[in-house]
């Protein structure tokens, strides 16, 4: 059992933000020159990279569908990313979240266009701080993007829930690991479409609304800069085009 800590202290959180503010965000896309799209991310003490390889040829063949893509999504969590060195290659935890990466993803990616294709997406987590698969579906979304890959839209994520009876956006390591409850959550914006939602631990009907708003505006937010690191690599492209 957690050893109970206090988490909120004179109606503030223990990094200094309010109920509703999400941490400081930072993304980038094209930082990796052999992958066919990459995207890093560092979401407060996060530090993700995303990398697309594809569409390309699906072998063993008996694999291959004739009308849709493979997607195929591995989320790794590396050793020398949490305090506790974590023993190298694929758990439980990470098999869970590979999967539900790629099935949100899967809601967005024309697959259709690509026929007995396998469009593969990996996600590393170098340093990682509480809400990892809602980062690193983030920067797996914009990583397909930035591939030149067509989608329907971008795959956003934030989470919520609940820390000291409080109900609060974007929990960080100490509120993941000591509150009452978490609830990660990814749209797809212009339809307003839930793709991910998950929930560990407990809440009231009205504590679950408050939560899944909270959530759900983090993600707006995190949407608008998604959407801004895309413009400013297009513009960055075309600019070296045009030789300036």
């Not at 996060?46 to 493979?70: C, I, S």
Request: a neutral charge.
């Amino acid at each position: 059992m957690n050893e109970k800590i206090e988490l909120i202290k004179d109606g503030k959180r223990l990094d200094g933000r309010r109920f509703d503010e999400i941490r400081d965000i930072s993304m980038k896309v094209g930082v990796l020159k052999k992958a066919s799209g990459s995207a890093y991310i560092e979401w407060g003490k996060n530090k993700v990279l995303a990398g697309v390889y594809g569409p390309r040829e699906l072998h063993p063949k008996f694999l291959q569908n004739p009308t849709r893509a493979l997607l195929r999504c591995t989320y790794n969590l590396a050793p020398f990313s949490v305090d506790d060195r974590k023993k190298p290659g694929p758990d439980r935890r990470s098999v869970e979240i590979s999967k539900v990466t790629a099935e949100a993803l899967e809601s967005v990616v024309m697959v259709e266009r690509y026929p007995n294709t396998v469009i593969d997406v990996f996600m590393e987590v170098l340093q990682a701080d509480a809400g990892t698969r809602c980062v690193g579906l983030t920067a797996a979304s914009l990583a397909l993007a930035d591939a030149g890959i067509p989608m329907k839209d971008l795959v956003s994520a934030c989470a919520a829930g609940k820390v000291d009876g409080e109900i609060v956006v974007d929990l960080m390591k100490e509120e993941d690991n000591y509150g009452e409850c978490d609830l990660p959550l990814a749209v797809i914006p212009r339809k307003n479409e839930v793709v991910l939602l998950q929930m560990d631990g407990k809440l009231t009907r009205e504590e679950f609304d408050k939560t899944y708003r909270l959530a759900l505006n983090g993600a707006m937010k995190v949407y608008e800069m998604q959407k801004e690191t895309l413009k400013a690599r297009i513009e960055h492209i075309m600019g070296e085009d045009n030789g300036y």
